[in-house]
């Protein structure tokens, strides 16, 4: 059996796990409603995709750390909870190759979920006024499905470091009220909490010449800076006055989030 064979063995048996647990239903539906809720409130309103995409930013800024919290912070430490990592132990599957099917199982729920979520969000996009808003651009950069394809697929990239991160809490701890806390905390500190940090350095004029970079630290700040620069800016007439990192930076500053908890988790999930 070979490494990816085992890994998928892995991620079917994840996907299978997610299907049957019905409170990890409950969270995905919550979710969706919320933002389809909110896409419904727009229909009839002037703005189209880009009044869409900033009226989404900040509630799936903060909401995908929640989701991916629910479907993942029970995934290892569960295992090891119900004695079922006792016995994936005895057989030829290695850390990575078990951390890495968890993580995937559990991120392919995250997604569908985002990408479901966005998809009927934006076809309830397309029932708004045509009328052009006024800080749209006037040539053909401006509003169009293109700008929301570009922030559900940026969305899905945000989900994805976030998951990794709590893939990580999940295999650190030692017990489910641990990983309970550990990831609660971490949720708060992805979605508000570097960024509160960050306010506060700008605030006593710590930070100078390396804001772009600071910025791209944080996970909600990388994920919102990346939806201004490569969404929203193309469709507006003049360049928003908000500061944002890089996108490179915030693409480095994601991967090194995911990358990172993938590999704190392979160290911690057993010796």
Do not use: N, Q
Not at 1 to 13: C, E, F, K, P, Y
Not at 27 to 48: E, K, L, Q, R, T
Not at 136 to 158: E, I, K, N, Q, W
């Amino acid at each position: 059996m070979s490494r990816l064979s085992r890994t998928g063995a892995v991620i079917d048996r994840e996907l299978r796990t997610l299907v049957r647990t019905r409170s990890l239903l409950a969270v995905a539906a919550a979710f969706a409603a919320i933002v389809i809720a909110v896409a419904g409130g727009a229909v009839g309103a002037p703005g189209g995709y880009v009044s869409l995409t900033l009226d989404l930013l900040t509630i799936v800024e903060v909401l995908v750390p929640v989701l991916a919290f629910g479907v993942v912070y029970r995934s290892i430490r569960g295992d090891a909870e119900r004695s079922e990592l006792d016995v994936i132990r005895t057989y030829p599957v290695s850390r990575a190759e078990y951390v890495v099917g968890v993580y995937v199982g559990r991120s392919i729920g995250v997604l569908a979920v985002v990408a479901a979520s966005l998809a009927v969000a934006g076809a309830l996009a397309s029932f708004a006024s045509p009328s052009a808003a006024s800080f749209l651009a006037t040539h053909s950069a401006g509003d169009s499905p293109v700008v929301f394809v570009r922030f559900a697929a940026l969305a899905m990239l945000y989900a994805l470091a976030v998951s990794a991160v709590i893939t990580a809490a999940s295999a650190a701890a030692r017990t489910t009220r641990e990983a309970l806390a550990v990831g609660v905390a971490l949720v708060v500190v992805v979605a508000v909490g570097i960024d509160l940090a960050i306010v506060g350095l700008l605030s006593g004029g710590a930070v100078g010449d390396g804001l772009e970079a600071l910025l791209g630290v944080s996970p909600a700040s990388a994920f919102r800076g990346l939806v201004i620069e490569l969404a929203v800016a193309p469709a507006l007439a003049s360049p928003p006055p908000i500061p944002v990192a890089s996108p490179a930076v915030s693409l480095l500053g994601l991967a090194g989030w995911t990358t990172i908890s993938i590999g704190v988790a392979v160290l911690a999930v057993w010796r």
